[in-house]
């Protein structure tokens, strides 16, 4: 079975500083990894993804993400944060080749003040 | 783009009525899924149908069942709410292969009183 945790519930952080929101996996397989975005009052939307290859992957607004298999982790990166990346922030995991279903984390609350 | 639509945004329903959550996708998606989501909780996941007619129980499966009978179309059904099913319900979609990422409708806030 896996699971995902997401180290921090909730990060407060300033306007055009850096961002980094944590994701460790546990599997006994392989897995692809994901990491969702849910603005206020939306579902989620899909952020980035990392299938093989690369273990940097990168998404339209800034955000990138890299896959430390050693580490078993998927830490979520901005270099500068707007007002507008306030939301909540989900990783999750598929085994490769097996289910379907994705294991969700519980979440990381990302506040950007002014 | 993928568009999954939940019927409603907010539901307001009494302790002990049968309620239904649609959702329909316009995708051909074989994949279905409905996900209950609580603060502090994240998604747990309900039910999954990977065909019609065909689901399979997901987390927490106790007190709902699914329906789907037309490929576009899974409805989520309490059969008789209870208060500690007020949430959000959130339904997804994807094509069949475990890297295909899951699309995700808007919402419906549920609450029951």
């Known amino acids: 079975a896996q699971s995902v945790t997401q180290l921090d519930s909730q990060v407060p952080v300033f306007e055009e500083a850096p961002v980094e929101l944590r994701c460790n996996y546990s599997?006994?397989?392989?897995?692809?990894l994901f990491w969702y975005v849910q603005y206020p009052n939306q579902g989620l939307q899909l952020l980035l993804k990392?299938?093989?290859?690369?273990?940097l992957v990168e998404s339209i607004n800034g955000f990138e993400a890299e896959f430390n298999k050693s580490q078993t982790s998927f830490h979520l990166r901005k270099p500068s944060v707007h007002i507008s990346d306030t939301a909540e922030y989900f990783c999750?995991?598929?085994?490769?080749?097996?289910?379907?279903?994705?294991?969700f984390g519980k979440g990381t609350k990302l506040t950007v003040n002014p | 783009d993928v568009k999954v639509t939940q019927s409603s945004r907010y539901l307001v329903k009494r302790t002990g009525e049968k309620v239904f959550l649609e959702c329909v996708q316009d995708?051909?998606?074989?994949?279905m899924f409905w996900y209950r989501q609580d603060p502090g909780l994240g998604l747990r996941l309900i039910y999954f149908?990977?065909?019609?007619?065909?689901?399979e129980k997901g987390d927490i499966p106790e007190g709902y069942s699914v329906s789907r009978e037309k490929k576009e179309r899974f409805s989520l059904i309490l059969e008789s709410a209870s208060t500690n099913q007020t949430s959000m319900y959130l339904c997804?979609?994807?094509?069949?292969?475990?890297?295909?990422?899951?699309?995700f409708g808007d919402g419906t806030r549920l609450s029951i009183l």
């Open positions: 997804a979609s994807s094509p069949i292969g475990p890297f295909r990422a899951q699309h």
């Open positions: 599997s006994s397989v392989s897995v692809y």
């Open positions: 990392y299938l093989s290859g690369s273990t």
């Open positions: 999750a995991c598929k085994p490769q080749g097996g289910s379907e279903k994705l294991v």
């Open positions: 995708m051909d998606h074989e994949n």
């Open positions: 149908s990977y065909d019609v007619k065909m689901k």
